[in-house]
Every structure is written in C-alpha cells, then in structure tokens.
C-alpha cells in the first residue's frame, strides 16, 4: 500500500481550497437568507401598508355605514388579486371577512400566531401558514389598532406566483462559484509554483545532508518570486561553502606539507650534528663546538617557526580573545629601530622614520610590534647592503596610513601577488639559509586585518619592495 505523504503544496492548496468552499457556501446561505428576508419585509411592509389604509378607509367613511359595508366599498376601489382581508375585535371575534361571508360562525382567531403577535407588538405577520378556515395557505400581516380597539388582517393566498416573488435571485450563486473557481486557479497556481520549490529545496537538503554531489541543475527551476530568490541563493550559498571548505582543504594539505617540509630541514640538520658528534667520540673539541653552534642555531630557527605558526593559529582561530588596548604605536617603532641597529650597522643600512609622536592604535601589543618588526627583518634580510629603510605615516580621518619602503633588489612583478602566503620564498635556498621562517608576511598581512586595516605591496619605481597599510586610528 502507498502511503506516500503530500506535498507541502498540495497540503497547502487544498486546507485553502477547503476554507474557500466553506465560505463560499455560507455566503450562499447567508445571502438567500438575506434576500428573501428582504423580500418577506417588503411584501410585510406593503401589507402593512394596505391594512393603514383599510383603517383610514373605517375611520373616515360615512357614520352610518358599518364596518362591513365601508371595508367593501374599500375594497371594491383597491383591488389585489387574491387579498384576502379579515376585521377582528380585541377579543378574538371575526367582524369581517372578504373571502368568508358568514364570518359571524367563525372560531375565534385569538391564538392566530399573527393576531397573537399584533396585539403584543401591534404588528405580526406569518409565512406559508395554512387557514384553518379555507384549508388554504397564506402570507398574513395584521396590524392592531388599539384606540379603535380592532385588528386589521390582510392575507395573499401563498401559490406559485408569490413563491416565485419570494424566491431568492440566483445570479449571484453564479457569480459565487465563478469568482470561487478563479480564486481556485490563482490559488492552484500560487500552491503548486510554492510546492515546487519546498521540493527542490527539499530535495537539495537531503542530498547536502548525506554529502551527494549538488548538479547543475539544482540552480535552475526555481520559480521568479521571493521564495525561488531565495532557495536559489541558499543553494548558491551551499555551494560557495562546498567551494570553500574544498579550498581549505586543498590550503590545510599545503599547510600541513609545507610545515612538514619546513621542519624536517632543522630537524634533520640538529639530528645529523648530533649524529656526527655521537659517532666521533674522538672528536676535538672545536669541531664538536662548531657542530653544537649549527645544533643551536637550527634550534632557533625551529623555535622562531613554531613560533610564527603559534601567532597565525592564534589571529586564526582567537582574535576575538586577544587583549585589545590603546597602544603607543611611535614609541613601539622607536623600539624596534634600537633592537635593530646592531643588524642595520651590520649591512651598513639605515633606518629613516618620520612619524609623529602620538601615533595611538586600539590593538594587541604583540600583533602590532609583529607588524613592524617583521617588515623590518624581511627590509634587512632581502634589500642589500648599504640600502635604506624608510617608513612615514599620514593621519585620515578614521586610520593611520604607513608606507615601509626600502631602495634594494624589489621582487619580481610575477612574484608579488603571493608575498603574503604562507610558506612562501621568492629563493627558497636563499630564505632559508637566511634564518626566516617563510611566515614573516603572512604574519603582517593577519595582523593588519586583525585591526580593521588592509595591506598592499609593490616595486618602488627606482627599486626596492614599498608595504602600505592602515591601521585604524583611537577616536
């Protein structure tokens, strides 16, 4: 047995369908009730009318007729075909009847529904009621005249030309169901554009869910309205998120390769120093120092590594968790230009800095020294000999804008755009035999982002690399 759920839409369309038709047949009811109420008053109203005027016709005939022989008179001058006209006293007798001449023999009307409901409100009326008297059925209004101390009944004998009167126009049945029929187009077509597209999407959770390939095609079918809009850009999220995560992936495989590499070369050195210095215990003693010294300096390199890889997880992974405070950003350059005065003096390079003394940035301490520091190294390692390092900064309205440059070799143009990855050397062999740890720019370009800033590179026209950055400025 197929126990196959709905559709949403399908579900959909016919719980609205369903209120519709509900509505649409109590509109029906209402308006037949409504309208042959409205026909019943106005036939009840026209009695009404012809029994006043009956009742003039008593008061202002002549003294010395009777009530019968003025309410024929009456009669004869207003003729309705069918009227039956009936005169009862308070008391319940028959005084007159048009229909009935020997009125006189009968039964009193008293408990008449019509008569009973005058004499409490001075008007009633019945519909469809049978006579009792002529065995016929009958529309009666009577209206009490309690001076005269006398009820005047008028009756319509209830046949098919009053039925047809009272019978309720059944154009707007019609127009009902037309308008009922048009609201169900719209609605099927509203529903079914709806249902389509909770299915697609649908249909691309469960396959995101178990990991299954997103085709082309799951793009497309969507239908031109907020929904469709919608679903569409969540698929086109969905698979800019696949895109890059597979990018990171690739990016982790690269990084966890290039770490590897990066530390099998100290690594390996340290283990064959130490090899060396093991296999020769007879060794003199400036030979086993000089191992020891390459020992250390490898060490170095690989605790400086570490290091850097330990501060790019850290902007990675907790930047939000690092200790912001108003930084003196002059004084943290002035440092840094004393720490590396041995090394400029070395490579007869000097550092020439113009900024202001009241350089203030709201940032981490640590990532703000790195920036500088870094940039300074990488100046010092790669420009050459007898070059200069020159950084200047320009206040805007919400940053401050540094410019590091130096006049030495610059890169390559093709080499550029990669100088922030990680790991990257434009000379490897050179790198490394340099101490860097190929993280130095990568570390500088996190960090700058870190404080809300950007960073770019270029060649100077006359040569040599030019770094510039902003970091946002205190208000």
């Known amino acids: ?30 308006q037949q009730y409504r309208e042959k109420q409205y ?23 002549s003294k010395d007729a009777g009530k019968a022989a003025l309410m024929s008179a009456f009669l ?15 008391k319940g007798w028959v005084v007159f009847d048009n229909i009935r001449k020997n009125y006189r023999t009968m039964s009193n009307h008293l408990r008449r529904p019509e008569v009973a409901e005058a004499m409490s409100r001075g008007m009633g009326s019945t519909v469809e009621r049978n006579s009792t008297t002529l065995g016929q059925d009958y529309f009666y209004s009577a209206t009490y005249y309690p001076k005269d101390r006398y009820i005047i009944r008028s009756a319509l004998p209830y046949n ?22 048009l609201l169900t187009l719209v609605l099927y077509r509203f529903t079914h554009r709806l249902g389509r597209n909770i299915t697609k999407l649908n249909r691309f959770a469960a396959r995101a869910d178990h990991g299954g390939d997103i085709e082309a095609d799951e793009l497309g079918g969507f239908s031109d309205d907020e929904l469709g809009d919608t679903a569409a850009r969540i698929v086109k999220l969905y698979l800019k998120l696949q895109r890059t995560q597979q990018e990171q992936n690739v990016l982790k495989r690269q990084l966890t390769q290039n ?14 120093y130490l090899e060396t210095i093991l296999g020769h215990p007879d060794m003199d003693g400036a030979t086993r120092d000089q191992f020891l010294d390459r020992c250390y300096a490898q060490s170095k390199r690989l605790v400086a590594l570490l290091g850097d890889m330990s501060t790019l997880n850290r902007m990675d992974d907790g930047a939000d968790m690092m200790v912001f405070e108003d930084v003196d950003v002059s004084e943290l350059i002035h440092t840094i230009e004393k720490e590396c005065q041995f090394a400029l003096e070395q490579k007869d390079m000097k550092m020439h800095c113009t900024i202001p003394d009241d350089i203030i940035v709201h940032g981490n301490r640590g990532l703000l020294y790195s920036i500088f520091r870094n940039l300074t190294d990488n100046a010092i390692a790669y420009a050459g000999k007898g070059t200069q390092i020159t950084l ?8 401050w804008k540094f410019t590091f440059s130096d006049n030495g070799v610059g890169v390559p143009p093709e080499h550029l755009p990669r ?57």
């Open 1 to 30: 047995m197929n126990n196959k759920k709905l559709s949403i839409g399908t579900r959909l369309y016919l719980s609205v369908l369903a209120l519709f038709l509900v509505f649409a047949v109590a509109f029906i009811l209402f």
């Open 39 to 61: 026909k019943i008053d106005t036939l009840e109203l026209r009695l009404q009318d012809f029994n006043n005027q009956a009742h003039d016709a008593l008061q202002y005939g």
């Open 76 to 90: 004869r001058n207003h003729i309705i075909s069918g009227i039956r006209v009936t005169v009862i006293d308070d």
């Open 160 to 181: 098919v030309d009053l039925a047809k009167n009272l019978q309720t126009d059944q154009h707007y049945i019609w127009f009902a169901v037309a308008v009922l029929l």
């Open 259 to 272: 770490v590897a590499h990066e530390l099998k070369t100290p690594v390996a050195s340290i283990q064959g």
């Open 392 to 399: 200047y900064a320009n206040r805007e309205p919400s940053a």
């Open 419 to 475: 100088l922030f990855e990680r790991f990257y050397r434009v000379d490897k062999g050179r790198s490394r035999k340099m101490g860097g740890t190929g993280l130095g720019l990568a570390i500088v370009k996190n960090a700058v982002r870190v404080h809300g800033g950007n960073i770019s590179v270029c060649n100077n026209p006359k040569g040599g690399l030019r770094f510039d950055f902003t970091l946002k400025a205190t208000s």
